[in-house]
């Protein structure tokens, strides 16, 4: 059973930084493909970054809106991935999921309960 659990989710100032962790279950974490998505109010759920899973060389993606700003990385020894956000701004306002592509791949298939992220203008 793999369970996902998502951290450090707050209130920051528009041009401040945040880091969330997303802790996982499950003994072969290093091999799922991990993904960071976020829904804001009144707007549909949005793909934010999806780092790979082991396998060959790293492979990282990232959402236009945020590249250059938001780094994904995953830490095998502590089942864990996180996502650093730099200069935030109100745009970024969201609650923010953690998903895993554990049984089929490229379907992200087991998701965390969210962490809200606000900006402050």
């Known amino acids: 059973q793999v369970q996902l659990v998502e951290s450090g989710g707050g209130v920051v100032q528009a041009g401040g930084s945040l880091r969330l962790s997303c802790a996982a279950s499950?003994?072969?974490?290093?091999?799922?493909?991990m993904g960071w998505f976020r829904q804001a109010p009144g707007k549909e759920r949005e793909f934010v970054a999806r780092?790979?899973?082991?396998?060959?060389?790293?492979?990282?993606a990232y959402a236009d809106s945020v590249k250059g700003r938001f780094t994904i990385s995953r830490d095998n020894a502590e089942n864990t991935v996180y996502l650093q956000m730099n200069s935030l701004t109100a745009e970024d306002t969201a609650v923010y999921y953690c998903?895993?592509?554990?049984?089929?791949?490229?379907?992200?298939?087991?998701w965390g309960q969210g962490t809200q992220v606000t900006v402050s203008s």
């Open positions: 998903a895993a592509q554990v049984d089929v791949p490229g379907r992200y298939d087991r």
């Open positions: 499950g003994r072969t974490f290093r091999s799922y493909a």
């Open positions: 780092i790979s899973g082991s396998g060959g060389a790293t492979a990282y």
